[in-house]
């Protein structure tokens, strides 16, 4: 997979599908997007946004991700897409308007062909920009509008925002069932005066007041999966907030030291 951090550098890319949006997560609703993209003869192409424009919007409010970048681009890595474009989300992209974002950047930055899109997706200056006007777009400038219908797992919609409400209800089955994948902290462990584990700052930790089945994994320098050294409870007794990142104790931990993924696994 290529990855592009602004559009600048951005070389001429072949005739493209594309999807746009924060894919925080990239759950289950995110990955039915990327098999449509993946099905296609066209390059596969995501724009992703960072920071989230939520947190850029309503700065006053603590905002948690679910994934930090660099998980978010290994997700996508490991998907099969060609083509991830990271766009810093600042003033200049809050304020263009959707035909600009359509016409400036979307064809003669990504040579798109057809787009994909979620059910409710909106986009552009105060988010006028939507699937009916994509669609009159499309006819205008000769793309493809391909949209999906709303996903539901259990009478569970598979968004974001319902995600990090279940983790901080301590709900992790559901939040896993949402994303298709175990939630997971990545970061250093360190066994020393106690134990203690550092992660990202703006990572989400799930609110869990009982010890809470984990498996946990050693990582290697990018930060995949080498072999899993332990199994069983892990209880989060605090979480404190450092400067650059957050520092979370558990209760009774194996010794263990170095990157380490924690997965909350879902149990029955």
Known sequence: MKVFYGLKDLPKLKKSIVSVGTFDGVHTAHQVILKQLLASKLA??????????????????????????QEKINLFAKSGLENLIILNFNESIRSLEYKDFVEDILIKKLNMREIVAG????????????IAVLKELGKEKDFLVSFLLEQKIDNLIPRSGNIRNFLLAGETAKANKLLGYNYFLQGQFIFENGNFFEVAKEKLIPKIKTPHKVKIFSLDGDLEAVSQVFEGDLEISQVIPQQNGKKVLFQKTPEIQGNIRIEFVSEG
């Open 44 to 69: 596969s192409t995501v724009i992703t946004f960072w920071p989230n424009p939520k947190e850029y919007l309503h700065s006053d409010i603590k905002f948690c991700y679910l994934n930090t970048l």
């Open 119 to 130: 059910f409710d997706f909106h986009f552009g200056k105060d988010r006028h920009g939507n």
